[in-house]
Structures are given as structure tokens and as C-alpha cells.
């Protein structure tokens, strides 16, 4: 059996953890979650990094820091997870969504500035699989109708575009750490804030509504609640588990980044042959092997690829039924102009089993799993 993910454990984590435990500091900004944050800080040349208790909390952060009012509308792809959508709502905002480019299934920058309304207030893009959305594009229509931008960087931990690290581009980063991510705390996240403007009130957005953090400083010799707030920490546990994947950013970097080369190139002649595609990574954008998928000739020989696998005891996943067709979707949101790519893509697409610590054994199963079933189909 070979799974479709792993969640990264590097061995180092319980050691941590025990220190949280014996120092007897468990609930949240102790010294695991500074020590985090100041990597963070410093490795990606982020400005401010706040951890959070999940990526969903964080872009629920950034859309209330954003301040929407009623009837004001937010663009974002129809191709993303829920949560991209979820905070917009919450922020009181209409989430209008935008077709994805067939090649790296992000936000098609040239489509955007057509679903741009005097209603509208920002932009979320989501860097699909870690590789980046054409981010100069889209920043400078932000800055020429004065919107927002909302990094979903969910996936894109240590990806860069431009030498840039993603999550650091727009007005606010979202990172995760689920387990289903590259780096994980169990549940977790964090806020990237690029905008200084925001730093203060996202730091009493995320402490109840307090001043705690000023507090916690020394700034100030009491705390007391001073607008609306939430709670957005983790426990020290949590983050004392990410510290430990922290100091293996580069190693569980580099061992994803094997497994998409081994795929890539196993897959090149089926590539070339026309039978598949997979994701493009354009120029200037470096990523980070979230995830590998290949794009089949539609839903049906999918389904049928799945099948196959799963018989060779090969997990295979698809995933986002496109937002706008979901349930919520429909009721909360619009499509901006046509759905030429987010659905039609988005029924071709299978990911292949990609997770930290793959075997060279597993890597070469799922490859010649893969081959096998080409080979099959063209006789
Ligand atoms: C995983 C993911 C999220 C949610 O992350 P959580 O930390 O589980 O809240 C949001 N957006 C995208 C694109 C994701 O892949």
C-alpha cells in the first residue's frame, strides 16, 4: 500500500514538546511560537509572522483586518479550498470568482481586472501546489484600483516568485500547517503581515480583543480589551512540533522536490506524446513539491486511472469541486464572465502520493504504476 500523504514527522518534535511541558508553559506566545515566528521572520524576509491556530484562521484574520463593509466584493479562483472563500464571508464580503489558466490551475491574471466592480475591495489569489500566481500582474492592478491582496500561501511554504517568498507579496500571507501540508504542528497556520498599518490591530484581533501582546512586551504594565477580537493562538505544544519541523526546512524541502523530479522525468515521454500534462512552473518561480499532479484526457479516463491504481494499492486523489458550483458557492458568490477552465480542468486532474520520507521503492511503484496504465490504454 503506498498513501497518498504522510503527515512530516522528522523526529525531533516530542524533545520539543517536552520542553514546553517541563517548562511548564503550554497555552500560546510562549517561547516555541517566538522562537517560530523570528525564523520565520528572518528566512523569508517577512516582515511581521503571527502563528495561528490553522490557515483558515489566518484569512480569517486578514479579511476582518480588511474591513469590508456589506456589498463589497473580494475576487478569487473558483479552483481553491473552501477556506479562501469562508473568510471572505465572514468578513461580510461577496467572493466573485474568476476563471484558473489551464497551465498552473492559478487565478487567471488577465481575467481579473474584467470582474473588477466599484464594489470591490481585494483580491485573494492561492498559490496552487506551491507555485506561485503571476504576482507582479496582479499587484499592480491592486495598486491601480486600490485594492487589497490576500496571499492564500497554504501550500506555498518556501516557494518564491521572483526571489520572493511567497506569503510575503501582498498585504497578508496565509501559511498552514496542517498535516497534509509540507510542514505541519497538527493543526496550525500563520499570518504573514506585509502592511505595518495592520500590525497592531492583527495582534489584538488574535488575543481576544486585547492588548495582551504589548503586554507581553513590556510596553505596557497592565492589559485590557480594546476592540473586537478572536482567539488565533496555538498552544505551545503545537508550536514547540513546528519548531522541530522548522529545523528541517531544507531537508523536507529537498526530499519533495526528488520525488517531483523522479515523477517529472519518468512521465516526460508521456508528456511529449501528448497523454498527459502536468503542472507548469513558469519562469522566475521556484516551488516547493506540494503536491504532483497529472491532468488525464477527461473525468472518465480518470476514474478509470484511480481505479487502476487503487488496485496496485496506490492511493490517487483528486480534489476542489469548483467553488462557485458548490452549495455555498451558488448562494454566496458569483462567476465573473465564463467558466472556460475551473470545471473542465479541474475533472482531469489526479494527484499522485507525495509526502516526506518517500522510499525510492515507493517512488519507482507509483511511476511504473503510472507507466503501466498508459502503456496499457495505447494498445
Ligand atoms: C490546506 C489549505 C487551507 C486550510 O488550511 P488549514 O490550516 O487546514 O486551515 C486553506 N487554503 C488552501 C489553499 C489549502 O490548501
Request: proline share 3%.
Amino acid at each position: 500500500m503506498i498513501s497518498f500523504n504522510v503527515p512530516p514527522v522528522v523526529g525531533n518534535e516530542l524533545g520539543f514538546i517536552a520542553e514546553a511541558v517541563e517548562n511548564r508553559r503550554i497555552s500560546g506566545d510562549g517561547d516555541f511560537t517566538k522562537r517560530c515566528s523570528r525564523l520565520m521572520e528572518k528566512r523569508f524576509d517577512a516582515r511581521h509572522v503571527l502563528i495561528t491556530t490553522s490557515c483558515t484562521s489566518a484569512l480569517d484574520m486578514a479579511a476582518l483586518l480588511c474591513g469590508f463593509n456589506e456589498g463589497d466584493e473580494v475576487i478569487l479562483p473558483s479552483y481553491t479550498f473552501s477556506s479562501t472563500a469562508n473568510a471572505i464571508i465572514l468578513g461580510g464580503a461577496v467572493p466573485v470568482f474568476v476563471d484558473v489558466r489551464p497551465d498552473t490551475m492559478n487565478i487567471d491574471e488577465t481575467k481579473i481586472e474584467a470582474a473588477i466592480t466599484p464594489r470591490t475591495k481585494a483580491i485573494t489569489v492561492m498559490h496552487y501546489g506551491g507555485v506561485a500566481c503571476e504576482m507582479d500582474t496582479i499587484m499592480d492592478i491592486a495598486h491601480r484600483y486600490g485594492l487589497m491582496v490576500i496571499e492564500d500561501a497554504a501550500q506555498g511554504v518556501m516557494s518564491t516568485y521572483k526571489g520572493k517568498y511567497l506569503g510575503t507579496i501582498g498585504d497578508f500571507g496565509c501559511y498552514s500547517f496542517h498535516e497534509t501540508k509540507n510542514y505541519s504542528m497538527g493543526e496550525g497556520g500563520a499570518l504573514l503581515i506585509n502592511n505595518d498599518a495592520y500590525l497592531e490591530r492583527a495582534e489584538i484581533l488574535r488575543e481576544k480583543g486585547t492588548n495582551r501582546s504589548k503586554f507581553y512586551r513590556g510596553e505596557i504594565d497592565k492589559y485590557t480589551w480594546v476592540d473586537f477580537g478572536d482567539s488565533y493562538l496555538p498552544s505551545e505544544i503545537n508550536a514547540a512540533f513546528l519548531w522541530g519541523q522548522l529545523q528541517m526546512l531544507d531537508e523536507i524541502n529537498n526530499d519533495r522536490l526528488t520525488t517531483h523530479r523522479i515523477y517529472s522525468e519518468a512521465f516526460g515521454p508521456l508528456v511529449k506524446k501528448g497523454l498527459i500534462e502536468i503542472q507548469n512552473i513558469p519562469d522566475g518561480c521556484s516551488h516547493n513539491a506540494h503536491l504532483f499532479y497529472i491532468k488525464l484526457r477527461d473525468l472518465e479516463q480518470r476514474t478509470e486511472f484511480i481505479k487502476y491504481m487503487k488496485e496496485a494499492g496506490i492511493t490517487t486523489v483528486f480534489h476542489y469541486v469548483p467553488l462557485h458550483s458548490a452549495p455555498a458557492g451558488i448562494h454566496y458568490g458569483r462567476f465573473s464572465e465564463k467558466d472556460i477552465y475551473t470545471t473542465k480542468e479541474s475533472e482531469r486532474l489526479v494527484r499522485l502520493p507525495m509526502y516526506y520520507g518517500m522510499t525510492d521503492e515507493d517512488r519507482h511503484t507509483v511511476t511504473e504504476t503510472v507507466l503501466s496504465f498508459f502503456a496499457m490504454t495505447e494498445e
